[in-house]
């Protein structure tokens, strides 16, 4: 009985062994059970696990499947990434990262957390594309800063995060600091400076007073709202 389990450990302990080494040019796998398929190109993770990169990205999911020839992770159940280096956390049902690509798509329940301020955007789905450092959310998106007090709702947002850019595609609506509503397309928000503007027709509401105006801009800082073709009811 000894020699069977000392045999079976020997066999566990090189095919660990062996999947790191096959595997440590892309990722780390730190797992319970693991399924080494295709010789040596497919691995599979039924129970959770982490799994690291030279690159920053740390990962904790359920499931996982590794396609070396690809160099595609496939990872599922309650996944948590941990971007390092851009200081992002986002938490998903799914994921496909195109490690070649250094893409990560989500799916399913998608939050992005930033660790170095305090935007949080919901959304069902993220590209978030790390070469390029943008994190384009689709489908059901709300950003948000509680701090500053502004909230944008689309279907439709890319966030440029080194030049702290924000834009929505189609219609738009959010509010700012508890005080206007506003609703337009195709909206652009400049997070350094605070302002919101877009060439499209926009209204903005507040306990008072109906503004209805063409090419605006707000300025989140100065409470400023100018446009074109004002209407105020």
Do not use: C
């Not at 799916?107 to 450092?133: C, H, M, P, Q």
């Not at 738009?172 to 400049?190: A, D, P, R």
């Not at 503004?211 to 989140?220: E, G």
């Amino acid at each position: 009985m000894k020699n069977k389990l000392f045999i079976i450990f020997i066999v566990l302990f090189f095919n660990f062994v062996f999947f790191k080494a096959l595997s440590a040019e892309s990722f780390n796998f730190d797992v319970t059970e693991i399924q080494v398929l295709e010789n040596g190109n497919k691995f599979i993770g039924t129970k959770r696990g982490t799994i690291t990169s030279s690159n920053g990205i740390i990962i904790k999911a359920d499931q996982f499947e590794y396609d070396k020839k690809l160099n595609i992770l496939n990872a599922n159940g309650n996944v948590e990434i941990e971007d390092k280096i851009n200081k992002y956390l986002i938490t998903t049902r799914n994921i496909i990262y195109e490690k070649q690509k250094e893409i990560i798509y989500t799916k399913g329940n998608s939050k992005a957390l930033s660790l170095t301020d305090d935007i949080i955007i919901y959304s069902e789905n993220f590209n978030y594309d790390r070469e390029k450092n943008i994190i384009i959310a689709k489908k059901n998106v709300i950003l948000e800063n509680k701090k500053e007090e502004y909230k944008i709702n689309s279907d439709f947002i890319s966030y440029f995060l080194t030049e702290d850019k924000i834009f929505s595609k189609g219609k738009t609506s959010g509010l700012i600091k508890s005080k206007y509503n506003f609703e337009s397309k195709n909206v652009t928000f400049l997070k350094n400076s605070m302002e919101l503007f877009s060439k499209e027709v926009a209204s903005f509401t507040d306990k008072n007073n109906f503004y209805r105006l063409s090419n605006f801009i707000y300025s989140l800082k100065k409470e400023e709202l100018k446009g074109e073709k004002i209407l105020i009811k």
